[in-house]
């Protein structure tokens, strides 16, 4: 830091100058790449250079009060957002489709039927049918979010000290239905192909419990894929014991192919819940919740009435309108497509790693090996200004396993990807050295 100081200040490194590549410097310095990144991380925060995503790092003057406030970009990989595809014409296409609603505002600002209006629930049938469910509109409820749809359908199914089966790490959204609503969760082990059917068998005969959860494809976190075998191996359990399933299909649409899902192979038996936030945004608060039968349907219109009046008519009019004419498609294939590219850079820099992912999920789950814990593997990414979730927001039983998630979407670029991807990798591979301070 000082020798770099004083180069600047020597004018042996001028103005816009630009700096090595971070693992480059580190190589010729004889350096882990953590150290170099750290030294950037700092030269950044005293205002001695900056950096511009995708062209490098320069020369700043020395303390210059606009590049000081230029800190070192926070990556955030906690939450679980789909990336934002760089493409213009999607932006214009979402951009059109606000514009559409101009005539319609005053109207979109009454209270609305409760569940959606005929054109909202006809397009969620169309939705829908991507995932071979055959419905009729009166079937589809439009609801506030995929959050509030399975608020509803557990509170539906289950009483406070009931229990309610699901795979033994598992989305934290649930974990806080269960706890808002006294439920108790139990979590069944799974393999290579998803949740144990033999598990789920002795878990139905010890625990009565009123319902299964599952989130079957893309799991949160792991990112667990229910084959076609286990799935119908689970139906057929299920149905023996006359068990509810809550299928949260949040990343059902994901995948260009992916196996049918509950509510087709069981649709007597599934609450299957669908919603926008994994592929056209967190912020377009709008789900589809298809219910076994008709009583149900109205049961729990009457709960989600309570709940949350309505959902928004301004965002579900957008969400219909999206859907009708192809922009969700769009939006679909460009996350797709920018998570396969995002998984590529995961394959190169971690290859030594041991991890699972997915070809097209936007998230993957990280073994950490010995010595490190996953509460000073996260501190440690930490001080770089990488942020990752730890394993403990999963975990339905004890002990959580060590080992994060990583997610590879939100706004931030592959550039940033790259960086955070490789200063995990540094950590892994120099545990040692890079974990001393946190021991």
Not at 102 to 124: C, I, K, M, N, T
Not at 231 to 243: D, F, W
Not at 266 to 276: C, D, N, Q, R
Request: charged content about 20%; some cysteine; overall charge neutral.
């Amino acid at each position: 830091m000082e020798a770099l100081e004083d180069d600047i200040r020597a004018g042996k490194l001028n103005i816009t100058d630009r700096l090595p590549a971070q693992r480059e410097l580190a190589k010729v310095l004889d350096l882990n790449y953590a150290t170099v990144s750290r030294a950037y991380s700092e030269a950044q925060r005293r205002g001695l250079i900056y950096s511009r995503v995708g062209q490098g790092t320069f020369i700043c003057r020395p303390r210059n009060p606009q590049a000081s406030q230029r800190s070192a970009g926070r990556v955030d990989m906690t939450m679980n957002l789909p990336p934002e595809p760089d493409d213009p014409q999607l932006d214009e296409r979402l951009t059109r489709g606000l514009r559409a609603l101009d005539g319609e505002l005053r109207g979109l600002l009454r209270y609305q039927e409760f569940g959606g209006s005929d054109d909202a629930r006809e397009s969620g049938v169309r939705w829908l049918a991507r995932r071979g469910l055959t419905l009729s509109a009166e079937c589809v409820l439009v609801c506030p979010g995929a959050q509030t749809a399975l608020l509803a359908v557990v509170g539906l199914l289950a009483k406070p000290g009931d229990v309610v089966l699901c795979e033994h790490l598992t989305y934290p959204g649930m974990r806080a239905v269960a706890a808002q609503l006294g439920v108790r969760l139990v979590g069944l082990p799974m393999d290579d192909e998803g949740v144990s059917a033999e598990a789920l068998r002795r878990a139905c005969l010890e625990h009565h419990p009123k319902a299964l959860y599952s989130n079957p494809t893309f799991l949160n976190p792991t990112t667990h894929v229910i084959s076609l075998a286990r799935r119908e191996a689970l139906v057929a359990i299920a149905r023996q014991h006359g068990i509810p399933i809550i299928e949260d299909d949040a990343y059902g649409v994901l995948p260009a192919s992916t196996p049918a899902a509950f509510a087709q192979l069981a649709p007597e038996l599934t609450f299957h819940v669908s919603g926008f936030a994994k592929f056209l945004g967190a912020g377009l608060r709008v789900a589809y919740l298809v219910a076994p039968d008709a009583r149900r349907t109205s049961r729990l219109s009457t709960s989600l009435r309570a709940l949350s009046v309505m959902a928004s008519p301004l965002t579900v009019a957008l969400a219909t309108q999206w859907v009708n004419d192809g922009t969700a498609e769009a939006a679909l294939l460009g996350v797709r497509a920018e998570s396969v590219e995002r998984q590529r850079i995961v394959s190169r820099v971690l290859a030594s790693a041991s991890y699972r992912t997915q070809p097209e999920a936007f998230h993957l789950w990280l073994a950490l090996p010995a010595p490190w814990t996953r509460a000073a593997f996260a501190s440690h990414l930490r001080g770089h200004n990488v942020h990752v979730a730890v394993s403990d927001a999963f975990s339905v039983a004890e002990p959580s396993p060590e080992a994060v998630r990583v997610c590879l979407g939100g706004a931030v670029s592959r550039a940033e990807i790259t960086h955070a991807l490789e200063l995990i990798a540094d950590a892994l591979e120099h545990p040692a050295s890079t974990s001393s301070a946190f021991f």
